[in-house]
């Protein structure tokens, strides 16, 4: 156990280049491993180990390794990231396995993909009727996306023809955490101390019960507090309250397009109209 030192401070430089070495080669090694980066990945590790323990062996000739199979595939990345043929070559490309409805078994059988493999595919996609897809592509990642036919995508908007108003959203804040105001988040957020403070009074409640505290998108306040038994009154948001409005009125135009009959239609294009002749009087109070 004499050389214990040396071996402690081999494995702390091994990690300190490990971790510098992996850093740079970028998030890409840990989101979408192909083949080779598993092998990469494998063999640094495998170095690294060598270089720890091995104190008969030579720590330099380590080192040496451990930057050869790490420039190879940086060098590689840069050129794959310029080079079309070869970045195909190294990491694949896509592969269609279903277009215009139909089934390419081809394509299928050149991927070594079964049948039971495809349907399990979908099902991972929420599809288990595969009459109900478009198009399909296998990615070179194994990943498989694919678009359904227009009669089975869900409705949107644009689909039904309505309008729906842009409306400025933020991130998502956390601006109380742990008892204390985070300054920083409530400035993201674009909410004052003041209107903090507002808002907690409605709820009885003090900064320092909060557990966490955390502004949506859409401007509504989520407060957990410390006292899990504690029941906290409903605040009232004024932007959620637009928001309801506005989707009440979104209702009554897509019933508008849906209506059966000239009366009902005619019904439901007045509700809209005095719903947006409400908004627009509460417009100045909804904002404050």
Do not use: C, H, M
């Given at each position: 156990m004499e050389n214990w030192y040396v071996i402690v401070w081999r494995s702390l430089s091994a990690v300190v280049i490990l971790f510098v070495l992996t850093r740079i080669l970028g998030k890409k090694q840990i989101s979408q491993l192909t083949?080779?980066?598993?092998?990469?990945?494998?063999?640094?590790g495998e170095l690294a180990g060598f270089i720890s323990t091995d104190v008969e062996a030579h720590y330099l000739h380590g080192v040496i390794a451990l930057l050869i199979w790490f420039l190879v595939p940086y060098a590689l990345e840069h050129i794959t990231l310029r080079n079309l043929r070869i970045r195909n070559f190294l990491e694949g490309s896509m592969t269609e396995v279903i277009k215009d409805g139909k089934i390419l078994e081809k394509n299928l059988r050149r991927e070594r993909f079964s049948p039971d493999d495809l349907m399990e595919e979908l099902r991972k996609k929420d599809v288990f009727d595969v009459n109900e897809v478009e198009y399909a592509v296998l990615e070179a990642g194994?990943?498989?996306n694919i678009l359904l036919k227009k009669e089975y995508q869900p409705l949107t908007a644009k689909?039904?023809?309505i309008s729906i108003p842009n409306e400025k959203t933020t991130e998502s804040q956390v601006i109380i955490m742990d008892g204390k105001v985070v300054p920083e988040a409530l400035v993201q957020a674009e909410k004052s101390e003041r209107w903090l403070h507002k808002e907690?009074?409605?709820r009885k409640v003090k900064p320092e019960e909060i557990y966490l505290a955390q502004v949506d998108g859409d401007g509504g306040l989520y407060l957990d507090l410390f006292d899990d038994r504690r029941e906290l009154p409903?605040?009232?948001?004024?932007?959620?309250l637009t928001s309801?409005?506005?989707k009440c009125q979104a209702?009554?135009?897509?019933?508008?397009l849906t209506a059966k009959s000239d009366k009902e239609r005619e019904s439901y294009r007045r509700c809209s109209h005095d719903l947006k002749?409400?908004?627009?009087?509460?417009?100045?109070?909804?904002?404050t």
């Open positions: 083949l080779f980066e598993y092998v990469l990945g494998i063999t640094l194994g990943d498989l689909l039904l023809n907690l009074d409605k409903a605040g009232e948001s004024p932007v959620l309801l409005l506005r209702d009554l135009d897509l019933y508008t002749q409400v908004l627009r009087e509460l417009s100045p109070l909804l904002k």
